[in-house]
């Protein structure tokens, strides 16, 4: 046996056996360790010095669920797949729930995935007040297999249930005994002491003897349940029209309602298994472990560094940018300092930083003590003397190099030798930035999107100078603020900017060689992204497109498409959603509609670029349309990759997600190239650079990867370094952030669930909206 993965058993004089799954860091429910709980479990059973049993978790945590790292192995076929229905029906069902004698599930930490499908298996549930307990499968492109699809509507009830795992949203275990979920609660130091008592009074029967799969009373009447199932299917084809996991979920647990739950295990059973070899499934899988693997940076965290502690933080300019940082570091309890250049500006920038405060005590997220707390934590200054204690600065002025230079000087001349100086620069180059002083090893990028204090993704960008202790440093507190730190090189754009440059460019060759411009976003925006490139534009704005479109004309002109569409349109003072006209026009709610207008802004922009109207543009069916949008935009990312700007193609992927919103059910954007192949993505970009410019020329990376007929995308599994549960020290991808609407009935609780997020994936992609609407 695998001494990492296993469970004990251990006796007591009171008879009770406590078996322990062990498998740090969350006691995932490898294979191993299932086939051990199982022998556990028989032995438990076998001796006659045992009357009942109590299931735990070791250091903490119950079960962060099942092994995510042994998914790749079970697609590959490299680890032999346990025969369906092994796990739920032979040991959950058979052996641990059919057991004679009493089983009790002790539960602190988390209880997620397979691990909740584990307690509920036991008759009865104890956990700790914190604890977290939850399916959040549908996050991987699976559903529970372990019985939870049958189980946790006995428990909870129907729409309950259904709203758990449609939306992967756990729940603490304060909240689980109202719900029934559990039976009771306690501190951590008496959880051991109450599962045993209760398991012995189980024996006596002073407390009942339950078994989950068979509960009824929280079952709905057959036709209120169909009616449930039945929006929750038309919600779930609204919301997530690609994805056919969740639609798998809601006809697993109708199988076990109306055919019964023994027939509804073999079912969940028989659908894990599909689900699991599906591209959905391998492309989530995926972006679980890319997102884990951005903190591995060779060269800087395999050094030994140890991160500093920053203990006060310096934010220069108090606009919609540095207001949001800002707010980012005091949720998470960082003393920052708001510096702005006159009072009026200050006050402005310190109020914009208090009301997204007073958002969260809206929204119910934050009390008001806690707001008061907080908010004291941040103070203004109109100079840099009270930056001499700071261990780090961000500057998040206007993009202007000479004002930059000037700061980034005065800087080094009144802030601490150790202290980091980071600039939030979407646009220019940090060497530029701190040519002026001697300090280049701790001058670094945090680029962050905004609005900063909520979307997920930080590009930490070095230098050739930059040292690995600030990179370090900046990394750590990435984590602590809840993002996701990517680390990228020093180019025009960095990663993100620098990969979708061609995206809109893409658009705008459809439109001025006759692809209707409506029609692009309307495919585009049914391949997953939130919106198309030309409602982005509209979004964004046309001031920003330009300016940063002018940036790539600029550093790659060979290589980029020049339209006078955006610059036409912007004469004519149409500037996008702020002026209510763009390529669309907005109503008082800013609904977007079509503008007919457009097409003579078309014609113009067309006459200007000297091109006709291809007739064959004119009928490009939705797969051309999405692989001339973004096969620019895989084939930039190659370039990216080849110039060392990333360290990884899964950090592309992760950078793709949070960043512009590409769908993660599709892995990333270099994974979902990897789908289609190098080869033929290359041939395509090959063809069309010979109809229409060296703007689809392939470069020489995708070719070279091409003519091998290899991958552009390589991540291992098997790091066990990357870690196995759903809950690590950051949060998940996939957190829905979600507040439900209050119902009266039971349909109304699932409607209100998934009108807001039916599915975590899907809200993470609206929530989205947008990263690149930034103050650069």
């Not at 209050?742 to 409607?751: E, I, N, P």
Request: hydrophobic share 40%; proline share 5%.
């Amino acid at each position: 046996m695998n001494q990492k993965g296993r469970t004990t058993i251990e006796v007591g004089g009171d008879g009770i056996a406590v078996i322990t799954i062990i498998n740090p860091p969350v006691n995932s429910l490898a294979l191993d360790v299932l086939y051990s709980l199982k022998e556990s479990y028989e032995q438990a059973l076998r001796r006659d010095d045992v009357k009942a049993i109590v299931v735990t978790g070791a250091n903490g945590k119950f079960s962060g669920g099942f092994d995510i790292s042994a998914f790749g192995k079970l697609q590959g076929g490299t680890v032999e797949s346990p025969k369906p229905g092994f796990i739920s029906v032979e040991i959950l069902t058979d052996t641990v729930e059919a057991a004679r004698k009493p089983s009790v599930a002790a539960i602190d930490g988390l209880a997620l995935g397979g691990g909740l499908e584990v307690a509920m298996a036991c008759h009865a549930r104890i956990s700790t007040p914190s604890a977290q307990l939850g399916l959040p499968e549908l996050q991987l492109g699976i559903l529970p297999g372990f019985g939870g699809t049958q189980r946790l509507p006995r428990l909870v009830g129907l729409a309950k249930s259904l709203e758990m795992m449609l939306t992967s949203k756990a729940v603490k275990g304060e909240d689980a005994v109202n719900l029934g979920l559990v039976d009771a609660v306690v501190p951590s130091n008496q959880l051991l002491d109450t599962a045993r008592k209760w398991a012995l009074d189980i024996l006596e029967c002073r407390k009942p003897w339950v078994s989950s799969l068979h509960k009824t009373d929280k079952i709905e009447p057959l036709g209120e349940a169909r009616e449930i199932l039945k929006f929750a299917r038309v919600q779930t084809r609204k919301q997530a029209p690609n994805l056919q996991h969740p639609l798998v979920v809601i006809d697993v647990v109708e199988e076990g309602i109306v055919s019964g739950p023994r027939a509804g295990l073999w079912k969940e059973a028989e659908a894990f298994q599909g689900l699991l070899h599906s591209d959905t499934c391998k492309a989530l899988v995926n972006v679980f472990f890319a997102q884990r693997g951005t903190t591995k940076v060779p060269g800087v965290t395999d050094l030994g560094l140890k991160p500093r502690h920053i203990k006060k933080v310096a934010i220069l300019g108090g606009g919609l940018m540095g207001s949001g940082i800002a707010t980012a570091l005091l949720l998470s309890n960082y003393p920052v300092i708001l510096k702005e250049v006159n009072d009026k500006f200050l006050q402005a920038g310190l109020a914009r930083v208090k009301a997204n405060l007073q958002s969260s005590v809206k929204k119910g997220k934050m009390s008001q003590e806690k707001f008061e707390k907080t908010l004291s934590l941040l103070t203004g200054a109109l100079d840099y003397e009270g930056l001499r204690d700071v261990d780090m600065v961000i500057e998040a002025v206007v993009e202007n190099v000479s004002l930059k230079q000037q700061i980034f000087a005065d800087l080094e001349k009144y802030c601490p030798p150790h202290c980091i100086l980071a600039s939030n620069t979407s646009t220019i180059d940090l060497n530029l930035i701190g040519e002026k002083t001697k300090s280049q090893d701790r001058i670094i990028g945090a680029h962050f999107f905004s609005p900063a204090h909520v979307m997920p993704l930080l590009e930490i960008v070095r230098t050739q100078k930059t040292s690995p202790q600030a990179i370090v440093d900046l990394l750590d507190v990435g984590k602590k603020i809840r993002k996701t730190p990517v680390v990228v090189g020093n180019c025009t754009g960095f990663a993100v900017n620098r990969m979708f440059f061609p995206y809109t460019q893409a658009a705008l060759l459809l439109v001025e060689r006759g692809t209707d411009l409506f029609r692009i976003d309307r495919v585009i925006t049914k391949f997953g992204m939130p919106m198309g490139p030309f409602r982005l534009c509209d979004l964004v704005g046309f001031g920003v497109a330009i300016a940063t479109g002018g940036q790539f004309v600029m550093n790659f002109p060979e290589r980029t498409y020049k339209s006078m569409l955006i610059p036409l349109m912007q004469e004519d003072k149409r500037a996008g959603e702020t002026t209510r006209r763009g390529f669309y026009v907005y109503d008082d709610r800013r609904k977007a509609s079509p503008d007919p207008e457009i097409k003579r802004y078309i014609e113009k922009a067309r006459e200007m670029s000297d091109v006709t109207i291809d007739p064959k543009m004119a009928k490009l069916s939705d797969k051309d349309i999405i692989e001339m949008i973004f096969f620019p935009v895989v084939n930039e990312a190659c370039r990216v990759l080849a110039e060392g700007i990333a360290v990884k193609a899964s950090d592309l992927d992760i950078s793709a997600i949070m960043g512009m919103g590409f769908p993660p059910y599709r892995g990333g954007i270099i994974f979902w190239a990897d789908t289609l192949g190098s080869k033929y993505i290359c041939s395509r970009l090959d063809e069309w650079s010979r109809m229409y410019g060296d703007f689809f020329k392939p470069c020489s990376y995708l070719a070279e990867r091409a003519a091998k007929g290899a991958p552009l995308h390589i991540l291992d599994y098997s790091d066990q370094s990357l870690g196995h549960g759903f809950i690590e020290t950051h949060p998940s991808l996939f957190d829905a952030r979600s507040q439900f609407y209050k119902g009266s009935s039971q349909v109304a609780l699932v409607r209100s669930a998934m009108l807001e997020s039916i599915l975590p994936v899907r809200s993470f992609v609206i929530s989205v909206l947008w990263s690149v609407k930034r103050i650069s």
